[in-house]
């Protein structure tokens, strides 16, 4: 259907008769330039104003292209049928650890060794994907908590930002308090009631002014859920693996059973797959419905159309004086 999005401006059609009836026509000189005394002695044919045969088509043009201009202005758009909105879905934050550890190369993609923060940002992609009818958030931390993208639909915006996010870029350090803190503020104010903070990290909490426990007892007092994953692969010493030293599991263990949630434990970018599996399982959020319309602008179509004629008009007007 098409429609106007300032119907309004379609009083500026009678602007140019309007102009004609109260602005005075400009009359020609009268007076000579240049005063010759013995003009008289020369013989002076009369002039005659040759009639303009083109001045009805210039009159048409000029009053198409005046036109076309006022339907360009009033903003012509088509708009196509009526789409749902999912009215079923989860709020979903992710935080991503960024310190100076996750760039340890101990992850496998395909046939190459990649660093922590590369692996998790394939995980984490796929992820995203995955989450149709679910809002996303995302928060990057270090030294301190950053919020990146607040919880929307548009999961290849949250995509693009996460492939965009540099290791260092918040800080060495790894403020996990912080990022548990920083979720609960941003999601303490949504009307639904089930919330997700998927937590990404490969260290321990040596940075923040909000201590882990404390943070992860206020995210249990507001229902949020809280899924920890510790990133890193098991390294071979001696001839058997030993886990990765910096990786405080316990301390992640606690924040997912204090708030109900689960600690992951990602050796590989397989073991990833459960997190999916787990948040399927999570009983969607039922949302009113909304109603969404596609727009598609088509200004263009009539102002080039008036460039056109107006164009015309100007030089058929030359080419008859």
């Keep these: 259907m098409l429609e106007f999005e300032w119907v309004g401006l379609f009083l500026l059609l009678p602007l140019p008769f309007l102009v004609r009836f109260f ?23 009369p002039v ?93 931390f270090g030294d301190q908590a950053y919020l990146q993208t607040p919880l929307t639909f548009d999961r290849e915006t949250v995509d693009r930002l996460l492939n965009e996010s540099a290791l260092g870029l918040a800080g060495q350090k ?40 404390e943070a992860a007892e206020i995210a249990a007092q507001q229902g949020l859920k809280i899924y920890t994953v510790g990133i890193g692969a098991d390294q071979q010493s001696a001839g058997f693996f030993q886990r990765s030293s910096a990786l405080d599991e316990k301390t992640l263990k606690k924040i997912a059973n204090m708030t109900q949630g689960k600690y992951f434990r990602a050796r590989d970018t397989q073991e990833f797959q459960q997190i999916y599996e787990e948040l399927d399982r999570l009983e969607p959020i039922v949302r009113d419905k909304e109603e969404w319309r596609p727009r598609t602008d088509l200004f263009f179509w009539p102002l080039a159309v008036a460039l056109l004629l107006l164009t015309s008009a100007i030089l058929l007007r030359h080419r008859s004086n």
């Design 48 to 140: 005659t104003s040759k009639p303009n045969r083109f001045a009805p088509f210039i009159m048409l043009l000029s009053l198409l292209g005046w036109l076309a201009l006022v339907v360009a202005v009033a903003r012509p758009v088509m708009v196509g049928d009526s789409i749902s909105l999912p009215i079923k879905g989860r709020n979903i934050m992710m935080a991503i650890d960024l310190s100076g550890s996750m760039r340890e190369e101990d992850y496998r993609l395909g046939s190459q060794w990649v660093d922590r923060l590369t692996a998790t940002k394939f995980v984490a992609g796929e992820f995203i994907k995955r989450r149709k009818g679910d809002r996303i958030g995302l928060i990057l």
């Design 174 to 213: 790894t403020a996990i308090g912080d990022a548990i803190g920083l979720a609960v503020k941003r999601l303490r104010n949504q009307k639904d009631n089930e919330h997700v903070l998927i937590l990404l990290t490969d260290g321990e909490n040596t940075a923040g002014s909000v201590g882990v426990y």
């Design 23 to 45: 602005m005075p026509v400009a009359q020609q000189a009268q007076e000579a330039a240049l005063n010759v005394p013995f003009l008289s002695d020369f013989q002076q044919a």
